[in-house]
């Protein structure tokens, strides 16, 4: 390891450091636009410029180009350094607009703050300056290119860090222009990034355009919550209102970047249809008779009916405190649940997927782009969780062999092997591939009728001059080269086998190479939690439809609903709203504006996670982290003023500003159900959780710090050589298709539904279908379809595709179609239910 000396000052670092790294580590950080520790060096702005005294190198030099090296001596304050990177910012400066007080980068622009420090302060150039002609790049990113000073950021994320192409740079020396061949709309789930890494006010970030300084803002670390990655975040808020949000570097995580979603879904925390009050009988009264009359109303059902007679339902986007003092609350008072998962093999999924992960084989997205061989099974990166795919492309971008068994028309930013098998044939092909890496023959213990008779059934389906079953044992010779290959496992599609399958083939490989890994995308921000305390819940709660049903039979009197939207989670919508009519009481915590909200006449607001107390979220790979509250919460002044000044009136408090954490409002309805002393229900949360769950321990014994701490057990020794489920490789009749319901980037989740700029970029929800299956029903691209299922129909455009399974048909989860009745578990449509409008 190089040792050098950098400004008086002895270091030690890696071969192959650069020597601003080995700078930035003693905490000097040497000028730079062009550098990004993320994209590396390239040497474009010439501004890092130090002074090599002695050594290998000397004279000046760039600081981000140069490897550190025994010997060296560097000086960053050398007076010829010094004059170098003055005359570096003024050739950068002589076309800027100088427009800094309509600029929304103003107060936090790194171009601001280097020419200051640099010592520019009068522009010498009397001539006409370049301009350029501003491009509308969509709903997310502001172009302003005259501020541009070519320091190649931008292109070198889209395009080598991303993989997207649609934009880039154009023309050559004083002219170059970054931008798109044309106006439109960027084409990346990543374009949000651009607004981070621009170090000028080129590419800003328009929806918060114009809205507030950054020492206006109020600012604190948190996480995103619409997926289950957890990638770290900074929230900004003013003025009561969320109104910008910025990735936040957590190496073990997200590293320094976050998806378009993550970014720009937060208006749900301003949504102006968002209840703040309580609300009793249609009625705003105040918390203390809120809880007060829920207990009395609980109580005497309880009392009338038994305890059994009141069920709980949660979800997975709720805090892990809200959750521990419901799961409390629920064996207390011995009511049913709570329930977080809307459907049974959506619990039992996530179930097996917690219960076989361990220290040994879990890994992080970080880990993730080390690998050189990942497996992907079941799983739609870019639409289910955006930063995964980005992880697969940094993987691949080292050497690593991506190949997805996927039905689904899957598209990644990099070059995969993609084998469209249907959701029963994943197993066998996942199969085939581990056995082929880890035993002497490749067909070794294979299931030979059922693997014949699944291969025969494929092999015209597949593109290219390998049948399929000689195009996985080739890949399985790769996976076996491989020394760090790692399982990716979805659990939205797949086979409730499949997450078995995936969890004992990955510690089988583990075995076989000593290092592999195993990465599971969970359906929820917070569904690791969930899934803990429903493994400690013995029996388990019933389903969402037991539930009801029990309702609709009168057995069950009333209902608890905590953070959930039954109308976009829960299919069944007319037995929900049947359900509800026989109910003596129905209790509703939200901090959403669903439809529930306005038919219940008992309504308590909860926060967000940017206006709640320090709450815990446990990723996928059970990575347990903390967000910090960015606001005090409140309506927003814009909405309080109705768009002009706010009334000119002295409160007690904060207008809107009723909401409250939902852990501890359901401590304050303990507190009323019990009657006495206030049940310690947050301070010992951590305690009761670790008694009930062992892998809790870690929150009693240290506190969670970033990155994290993992809520995991000890490797286990054991691994299993599971075989594939025979029953589920041909469970499709020839006269139906099956019909999978996915997610898209935009449109099926939850949250990022409520933010006009992500409603704005969304599709509307269309039918997808392989061209065989297409064919056979005579239908044709962009006809309107009519789909008859559970007795209703609904009408959707069609699209029509080669690289997707036949015999499937794709449907998103959309918001427009929030409510619609689908079957539970594998849905088959019959053909004559399928037409041509």
Known sequence: MPQLIIDRREIEVPAGTKVIEAAARLGIIIPRFCYHPALGSVGACRVCAVKFLEGPVKGVEMSCMTAAQDGMVVSTTHPEAMEFRRYVIEWLMLHHPHDCPVCDEGGHCLLQDETVSGGHGLR?????????????????????????????????????????????????????????????????????????????????????????????????????????????????????????????????????????????????????????????????????????????????????????????????????????????????????????????SRERKVKAAISRLDAGVAVSLADLEKADFLLVAGADPVNEAPMLALGLRQAWRRGATVVVLDPRPVHLPLE????????????????????????????????????????????????GDQP????????????????????????????????????????????????????????????????????????????????????????????VMMETDPFRTFAGQPQFLAALDRLEFLLVLDYLPTPLTDRVQFFLPTTTVFEEEPSGWVNQEGRCQQAAPIYVGGRPISQEGA??????????????????PGGQTLAALGVALKGTGAPLYLEELDTWLAELNPVFAPLLESKVTHPGVRLLPEARGDYAFSHPNKATL????????????????????????????????????????????????????????????????????????????????????????????????????????????
């Open 124 to 344: 010498r150039y009397l001539g006409l300056k370049r301009t350029y002609r501003d491009q509308y790049l969509g709903a997310f990113v502001q172009h302003e290119m005259n501020r541009c000073i070519h320091c190649w950021r931008c292109r070198r994320f889209y395009q080598d860090f991303a993989g997207y192409r649609d934009y880039g740079v154009m023309q050559i020396g004083n002219r170059t222009y970054f931008g798109r061949f044309a106006d439109g709309p960027l084409e990346s789930p990543f374009a949000g990034n651009l607004i981070d890494l621009c170090p000028t006010g080129v590419l800003t970030d328009k929806p918060a355009r114009f809205k507030g300084r950054r020492w206006d803002l109020e600012r604190a670390p948190s996480l995103c919550l619409h997926c289950s990655l957890g990638c770290n975040i900074t929230g900004s808020a003013r003025y009561r209102e969320m109104i910008r949000v910025e990735g936040r570097l957590n190496e073990a995580v997200n590293g320094y970047f976050i998806c378009d979603r993550g970014r720009f879904g937060f208006a749900y925390a301003n949504h102006p249809e968002r209840a703040r009050t309580p609300r009793l009988d249609g009625q705003e009264v105040t918390w203390e008779e809120a809880c007060r009359t829920a207990a009395h109303r609980l109580t005497r059902i309880s009392r009338e009916y038994g305890p059994g007679a009141i069920a709980v339902w949660g979800s997975t986007r709720s805090s892990l405190a809200t959750l521990g003092v419901l799961q409390r609350l629920c064996r207390e008072q011995g009511w049913l649940g709570p329930q977080f998962f809307n459907s049974p």
């Open 416 to 463: 995969f092997e993609h084998l469209p098998v249907p959701p029963g044939g994943i197993d066998l092909c996942l199969d085939l591939l581990v056995r082929a890496a880890v035993s002497h023959s490749a067909t070794e213990g294979l299931l030979p009728e059922a693997a014949a008779a699944f291969f025969n059934n494929l092999s015209c389906e597949y593109p």
């Open 468 to 559: 399929l079953q000689d195009r996985l044992v080739s890949l399985g010779m790769k996976l076996k080269e491989s020394k760090n290959p790692v399982i990716v496992c979805g659990l939205d599609i797949v086979r409730e086998s499949t997450v078995v399958l995936a969890a004992d083939h990955s510690r089988l490989l583990r075995a076989a190479k000593d290092r592999a890994g195993l990465f599971y995308l969970l359906p929820g921000p917070n569904a690791f939690g969930a899934g803990l305390l429903s493994l400690a819940g013995e029996p388990s709660s019933p389903s969402y439809a037991d539930m009801l049903a029990a309702a609709e039979q009168g057995r069950i009197k009333a209902l």
């Open 643 to 660: 768009g002009s000044h706010p009334p000119r009136v002295f409160l007690a408090g904060i207008p809107g500003g009723e909401p409250q």
């Open 730 to 837: 041909r469970d499709v009749p020839d006269d139906h298709l099956e019909l999978l319901l996915v997610d898209w980037t935009f449109g099926t989740e939850e949250l990022s539904g409520y933010a006009p700029p992500t409603q704005e970029v969304e599709q509307p929800p269309r039918l997808t279908m392989q061209s065989r299956d297409a064919l056979r029903l005579g239908l044709g691209p962009g006809d309107r379809v009519s789909l008859a299922l559970g007795g209703e129909s609904i009408t959707l455009d069609l699209e029509i595709v080669e690289n997707m399974a036949s015999g499937m048909m794709v449907l998103p989860r959309h918001r427009q179609l929030a409510g619609q009745k689908f079957p539970e578990g594998p849905i088959l449509v019959p053909l004559q239910n399928i037409h041509k409008v």
